[in-house]
């Protein structure tokens, strides 16, 4: 079941796509949209949440600069545009919606009170910050983008964080990748994971580099780790 919510802050609403699973009440997952916005993947992503028995919301982080953004991958003008926004996105103002979203999923209708986040390039940089910033029940960053230029943050995550990294990754080269993994290490909060052989965006539904295995494996990881934080106390 979908259904829209709009989500109010100081500065403004903005709308969250929902995805309601057949039994309430459930926690509750903020995804964090690419750069390429509320598309068909995200909404994927939110349904298949739904069906593992979690209220997914989807927020546009991008209503300031483009609000309604639907691209792919797929051509180069939807990639230049996905690039200009990258370039003028405010990531302070986009954690602070993505805290607001966080407690409104606490409070909707059938939800648990418990919250975690997910998010994906872009959004994975945005999850990552949030564990350290703001801080939610459990929070999963898939390729990270830039998270690099933020690992000093790392010791101040104080929420169950799990990230998973594409050891190709064209846009995480290997020194940004293990500048993230030696922040990360030893944190007893914080469990790194690297998909050898794949590129970034390995679980991007249908995307140019989807490596199904890698992302089976990704996903399993990440239904676990959720299941433990989630569900219960």
């Given amino acids: ?120 390039c872009l959004g994975g940089l945005l999850a990552f910050l949030t564990a350290a910033r703001a801080g939610a029940d459990a929070v999963v960053a898939y390729y990270p983008g830039n998270a690099e230029k933020y690992a000093e943050e790392a010791s101040r995550i104080a929420s169950p964080l799990i990230v998973h990294l594409a050891e190709k990754d064209e846009y995480i080269p290997v020194d940004a990748q293990r500048k993230i993994s030696a922040a990360l290490a030893d944190h007893p909060k914080v469990q790194a994971y690297s998909y050898p052989g794949c590129g970034h965006a390995f679980a991007r539904h249908g995307g140019m580099s989807y490596d199904a295995e890698a992302a089976a494996l990704a996903n399993g990881r990440t239904a676990g780790f959720l299941a433990r934080h989630l569900h219960g106390g």
Avoid at 9 to 30: E, N, W
Avoid at 50 to 61: E, H, R
Avoid at 81 to 92: E, S
Wanted: hydrophobic share 45%; net charge negative; with cysteine.
């Fill in 1 to 120: 079941m979908h259904d829209p919510l709009q989500i109010t802050t100081s500065g403004g609403s903005f709308p969250a796509y929902v995805a309601r699973p057949q039994k309430l009440p459930a926690p509750a997952i903020v995804v964090v949209h690419e750069v390429f916005g509320v598309n068909a993947d995200m909404r994927q992503s939110c349904d298949e949440l739904a069906a593992q028995g979690y209220l997914a919301v989807c927020p546009d982080l991008f209503w300031r600069i483009a609000p309604d953004l639907e691209l792919s991958e797929r051509t180069e003008a939807e990639r230049a545009r996905a690039l200009t926004l990258y370039n003028a996105f405010d990531i302070d103002a986009g954690l602070h919606d993505i805290a607001a979203a966080v407690e409104a999923a606490r409070g909707m209708a059938g939800a648990t009170g418990r919250v975690g986040v997910i998010g994906y």
